[in-house]
Each structure stands twice: as structure tokens, then as C-alpha cells.
């Protein structure tokens, strides 16, 4: 399926992550996108500036995939070796200067969202791999941030009837209950039963 509507504005966005996408395949490494470019596949497509995705990469092996990363792209801050390796983030860009932020998972929920995630046609010749809807859900909810809020609502009116709730709560839950944010899963219901009572 062909995701219609998108912005033009957003297809440089879309050419980076493809071509992150093509090297981190040759490289051999397990990963998927998040944040807007998935967004475009299961919210309300909105402009989207950067690049967000999950690189899975084992605790104490972060050295290989941060100097294999940071010997392709472009690096965007002062230190960038020393700040991956000590955030578990490598904050690069394109050569046509799309920001591209990595972030190195491990979690076992982030093993399993990469494992969840699928191809999906954004275009003629443009097919990336983006998290699930729900795993979207998760990640936008455990964040909790004003946008992403919104960006969950956009997804749950687009995909409410397709949704997998058990799945969403069994790993949203535990992932609150480590950061103590527990208030976020409720804010996660009232949403979901507004828009349930919504037409």
C-alpha cells in the first residue's frame, strides 16, 4: 500500500532515510524507523524535519556501530563519538543535511518493536521500515511530550479499529512503571475513550 497525502516538502526526509536505511542494511544491522517518518505511515502525515530511528545495538558493543555510523554520515555536534558512546545516541546528518538522531536500543521491548516492524510503500521505489502503530503508540506515549500526545491522538483516530491494546499496555506499562511515570498510561485511556466515543 502507497501512504497518499504526504507532504512533497517532506520527501528530502524521506530520500535521507532511505539512504540510511540502504548502508545500515550493507552494514548488516537489525533497526527500524520511528517518530515522523512513521508517523507519515500510521498518524495524520505532517511535516516532519529530521529522521528518528531504533539501531539495535547490545550494551557494551557500542564502539563498532557508533564509528561505522560516524564513518558514513556527517556528525552534527562537537564530540559526537564521545556523546553516542556516553548517550547511546549518534546525532549525524546527510550529505543534504537532513539531522538523522540513532538511538542504540537494547531494551528486550525494543528488540521485539524492531522484530514487529514492516515495509511499507511511501512511494514509487520509496519502501522503508517503520515500527508498528502500536509500538508508534508506545514509544509516543512513554516519551509524553506536548506533540507527541498529538501525535497519538492522530494515530488512534487512524487506526483505532485495527489497534492491538493488550499489546500496547503490556509493554507501555512496565516501561512507565522503570521511569515512574505511571500518570502517562492514563492519560493514554482518556484518550483512547475520547476517541472511542467520538464519531
Known amino acids: 500500500m502507497v501512504r497518499q497525502g504526504a507532504p512533497e516538502a517532506i520527501k528530502p526526509v524521506f530520500d535521507a532515510a532511505r539512504e540510511v536505511q540502504d548502508f545500515l542494511r550493507r552494514s548488516g544491522y537489525a533497526f527500524c524507523f520511528?517518530?515522523?517518518?512513521?508517523?507519515?505511515?500510521?498518524?495524520?502525515?505532517?511535516?516532519?524535519?529530521?529522521?528518528?530511528?531504533?539501531?539495535l545495538v547490545p550494551l557494551g558493543s557500542e564502539t563498532g556501530a557508533v564509528d561505522l555510523v560516524l564513518g558514513e554520515f556527517l556528525s552534527r555536534i562537537p564530540e559526537a563519538r564521545a556523546f553516542a558512546l556516553r548517550h547511546r545516541v549518534i546525532l549525524v546528518k546527510t550529505e543534504a543535511g537532513i539531522p538523522v538522531d540513532i538511538a542504540?536500543?537494547?531494551l528486550d521491548f525494543e528488540h521485539r518493536c524492531i522484530e514487529r516492524a514492516s515495509e511499507f510503500d511511501f512511494g514509487p521505489g520509496l519502501s522503508l521500515l517503520t515500527c508498528s502503530a502500536e509500538d508508534l503508540v508506545i514509544l509516543k506515549a512513554f516519551a509524553g511530550r506536548g506533540q507527541d500526545w498529538v501525535d497519538v491522538e492522530n494515530v488512534l483516530i487512524r487506526q483505532r479499529r485495527t489497534l492491538d491494546w493488550s499489546l500496547i499496555v503490556g509493554e507501555l506499562k512496565p516501561l512507565l512503571d522503570l521511569r515512574e511515570t505511571p500518570e502517562n498510561l492514563n492519560k493514554l485511556s482518556e484518550i483512547r475513550s475520547r476517541i472511542d466515543q467520538g464519531p
Open 104 to 106: 542504540l536500543g537494547a
Open 34 to 55: 520511528i517518530g515522523g517518518v512513521a508517523l507519515q505511515r500510521w498518524g495524520q502525515p505532517r511535516l516532519t524535519l529530521d529522521v528518528d530511528l531504533t539501531l
